[in-house]
T-cell receptor, first 115, second 114 residues
Framework: DTGVSQNPRHKITKRGQNVTFRCDPI?????LYWYRQTLGQGPEFLTY????????KSRLLSDRFSAERPKGSFSTLEIQRTEQGDSAMYLC?????????????FGEGSRLTVL | AQSVTQLDSHVSVSEGTPVLLRCNYS??????LFWYVQHPNKGLQLLLK??????LVKGINGFEAEFKKSETSFHLTKPSAHMSDAAEYFC????????????FGIGTKLQVIP
């Protein structure tokens, strides 16, 4: 399957621990996005990459959050010193630059539970 | 600036009856508009998209939406609800050029009653 892949799908951690999520976008997609979704809410934008360049970060992305896309392919989202408020579904999406439709293709998400 | 307003947080219909999920948008430019569906513990799946061609857009699973510029609306409809349609639905607006900023609505949870 050549869709967007995210792992792990579920992560349970204790407060204060670090966690890392990985996203593998569709191979020809040069734009990659991270969103956070809490229960009952729509996805909230966190950050996005064009190739390996991180072009925008939301104010939601505190200093404890860092995202990379070192070779313009897969991306990682790391959360340091997790807090209970970080519990959410973290969604990755990708798309091509300048495509006519601009639709985003989403992965299944990585659900984080911080105890 | 752009924004999306989904007018109903919850909609409940009986199986076999029509579905209407309402969405209004605001955009400084001619936008692309999308509806996504999310089943529990799943990612978002594209239902349909409007990109400046026909204003009546047909999507998967019998859904369709009509772009009405004068009303800045993009309501989602389906003639007959099925139990499998129960899910959360998101209206999304995106700029066409440049950064192509994407904005999500808060979602409408569709309940289908047998």
């Amino acid at each position: 399957d050549t869709g967007v892949s995210q792992n792990p799908r579920h992560k349970i951690t204790k407060r204060g621990q670090n966690v890392t999520f990985r996203c593998d976008p569709i191979s020809e997609h040069n734009r990659l996005y991270w969103y956070r979704q809490t229960l009952g809410q729509g996805p909230e934008f966190l950050t996005y990459f064009q190739n390996e360049a991180q072009l925008e970060k939301s104010r939601l992305l505190s200093d404890r959050f860092s995202a990379e896309r070192p070779k313009g392919s897969f991306s990682t989202l790391e959360i340091q010193r997790t807090e209970q408020g970080d519990s959410a579904m973290y969604l990755c999406a990708s798309r091509v630059t300048g495509g006519q439709t601009g639709e985003l293709f989403f992965g299944e998400g990585s659900r984080l539970t911080v105890l | 600036a752009q924004s999306v307003t989904q007018l109903d947080s919850h909609v409940s219909v009986s199986e076999g009856t029509p579905v209407l999920l309402r969405c209004n948008y605001s955009s400084s430019y001619s936008p692309s508009l999308f509806w996504y569906v999310q089943h529990p513990n799943k990612g978002l799946q594209l239902l349909l998209k409007y990109t400046s061609a026909a204003t009546l857009v047909k999507g998967i699973n019998g859904f369709e939406a009509e772009f009405k510029k004068s009303e800045t609306s993009f309501h989602l409809t389906k003639p007959s609800a099925h139990m499998s349609d129960a899910a959360e639905y998101f209206c999304v607006v995106s700029e066409r050029g440049g950064y192509q900023k994407v904005t999500f609505g808060i979602g409408t949870k569709l309940q289908v009653i047998p």
